[in-house]
């Protein structure tokens, strides 16, 4: 961002003759003629009272964008204990090859990402040297348990089948369930009880649809065999609405693909049951000493303010 240079230093002003301030219209101002000072106040005052009538729907507008949610998964009164890392001379953290924009092989073929530039902050934090290795996200909990790493951070979700082959750090995103609607749509709070009978698109065989089809019973499920079908779906008007993962449906949003059609409408859907436990790091199990770690710098880098700043970078549409 540029920033404008100091101004410089302006003179003290040309002292006047006689020693006397002049008045604001000039000394022999004719009679009935309103002095210029006079008139420029005069001016400003009902500007500024045009500025008072006339701004609110302005204001309005411009407060329809809520602010940007960052997420916090940490609770500031439980401060973790720094662990000894005598014995660790670094970190060689493994991620997935593509999945932008969280991690993928930049132009010079070097990683990067949001997970990537995490891992970054995280080594700061705790001042040692890492390495950052792209591999194929099948191939990266087995690379884990073959020693060829030490943590992976590929946006892995915290499931029960996933905690039986690592161990995890805490959570540091979570994917929660967001509905989404035309700009142009009436529908502002999507509460089970004022959606009956309205048409909601959702990719076939998820998470999301055995959601929508056990809570909001009295809705038209229209399941749609991928997340670009379902999304054109909305913005022709086919449905009323769309349920679907909140991070992709936040980058859809902010991207150009969706041609700033839609919005999300509502709150985040967290029900841990259906979207999960949340993302963590993956460290080989009983590897204590990485996980608590990372946990340590997790919670500093929120801590310092360094994770919203990464976080807004990415995330310009909040997915919460």
């Keep these: 961002m540029m920033h404008k240079g100091a101004a410089s230093a302006s003179r003290p002003p040309k002292p ?5 301030k002049r008045p604001c219209g000039g000394e022999g101002t004719p009679a009935g003629v309103v002095p210029f000072g006079t008139a420029l106040m005069l001016a400003l005052t009902l500007l500024a009272a045009s500025l008072v009538f006339k701004a609110p729907a302005a ?36 991620t997935e090859i593509d999945y932008p924009p969280f991690n993928f092989a930049g132009p010079d073929g070097n990683p990067q990402g949001f997970n ?14 890492c390495t950052i290795q792209m591999r194929r996200f099948e191939t990266l909990i087995s690379s884990l348990n073959e020693n060829r790493g030490d943590a992976v951070i590929a946006s892995i979700a915290v499931t029960q089948d996933a905690r039986a082959k690592a161990d995890f750090t805490d959570p540091y995103y979570r994917t929660p369930g967001r509905f989404v609607a035309r700009r142009d749509s009436p529908i502002q709070d999507p509460l089970p009880e004022k959606l009956e009978g309205k048409k909601v698109a959702v990719v076939a065989g998820t998470a999301h649809e055995a959601y929508l089809k056990e809570l909001f019973t009295e809705v038209e499920v229209r399941p749609y065999p991928s997340a670009e079908v379902a999304r054109l779906a909305l913005r022709q ?3 009323d609405l769309l349920f679907g993962d909140g991070v992709s449906l936040a980058f859809w949003l902010n991207g150009t693909d969706s ?36 946990n340590w710098s997790l919670f500093r880098v929120w801590e310092l303010g360094r994770f919203s700043d990464l976080w807004l970078r990415y995330f310009p549409v909040s997915p919460f």
Aim: glycine letters at 10%; charged letters at 30%; proline letters at 7%.
């Design 259 to 294: 041609a700033n059609c839609c919005a999300f409408r509502g709150g985040p859907y967290l029900d841990s049951r259906y979207f999960g436990e949340g993302v963590g790091i993956a460290v080989k199990k009983g590897n204590d000493t990485i996980r608590l770690a990372l």
């Design 59 to 94: 204001i309005a507008q411009v407060a329809i964008e809520p602010p940007v949610q960052v997420p916090g998964f940490w609770d500031p009164r439980r401060r973790p204990e720094r662990p000894d890392l005598a014995r660790v001379v670094g970190i060689r953290f493994l």
């Design 116 to 129: 990537v530039d995490l891992a970054r902050m995280l080594c700061e934090e705790l001042k040692l040297a």
């Design 16 to 20: 006047v003759e006689d020693g006397r």
């Design 237 to 239: 008007g086919d449905v």
